[in-house]
């Protein structure tokens, strides 16, 4: 129970070396320096987002350390651990659990700072974070790991964790040129009121594994009135516009979907693909060409992409036209 009474008593652990609880009054400013150190080459614009918002926390430590004994708002946000050497924070490892009353717990931030690399810090955290997770009654820890980190896939491995699956987030730093479109009988644009149906598409492509650590929600596919306004002023000004369109089949259900934002401002195009697991060879490769296609008549900026890690026909066609892996984010998991 020793990880359990650590994290109970985070004020109570003034040490100068190894593992103590993370303490939301002093660790927050240290740990958005040490994350912005260890991930410098990672971070993504969300996770730069992210980053900056935990630095401005950090200089308000004092208000956030009041909030969360007064609330208990970000205890559950931060929970975690952290290293000390030399009597300074050079590890950190965050551990919140996924759901309320469920056995799944998430293990993310696992940081160590450069300078202290190869000394079995990473390791000492994670099996803490772990022996906190039993103590606690779970029964999964779940983390996610970019494929190219090499050395933390090892670690998370020989701890016993299996890949679920992934991600991949693809670019190309120019529309590709294209000629003419494919041909695609059937496919016509669907509106708002057809959410359900897009719900209906993605859960198919979803695996037992992807549904049971984060199953799709179907608030997720609606399109609230200020975002369709939203959508329609900006086509009104040339300012760019989002299509929205499908292929059914017999009965109405969709087989496969796209929903490509294009721009003429400055800025990146992107596409989202939906295709069924059974029709993947067949749709893939035409509904990235109609994109591809469409995309022709707006300036030519970039294009982005995120795809999961079994849709190999898309990633095929992508990197025939100069599209590039740009992050593998990958999904692990073990049993407690």
Partial sequence: MAAM???ANPASQRIERGVRPFDIGRDLHPVARLIADAFADELDVQGEAALRELRIMGHMSGLVRLLSRTTGEFQDVFNGFVWIEDGKLVGNVTV?????????WQIANVAVDPDYRGRGISRGLMETALDYIREMGGTWAVLQVREQNQIARGLYERLRFETMGGTVEMRCPRTPKVSGHPALPGLAPFSAADSTLLYDLVNS??????????AVRRADFDVPFEQGFGEWFSRLLGRDRVYRVALRDFTGRFESALILTARRWQGEHSLQIFVRPDTQERYERKLILWALSTLQEYPVWPVTTTLNTTHTAARSTLEEFGFQARTTLLTMRRKI
């Fill in 205 to 214: 492509e979803q695996s037992a594994e992807s549904q049971w650590w984060r």
């Fill in 5 to 7: 009474h650590a994290l």
């Fill in 96 to 104: 919140q659990r996924a759901a309320s009353g469920s056995g799944r």
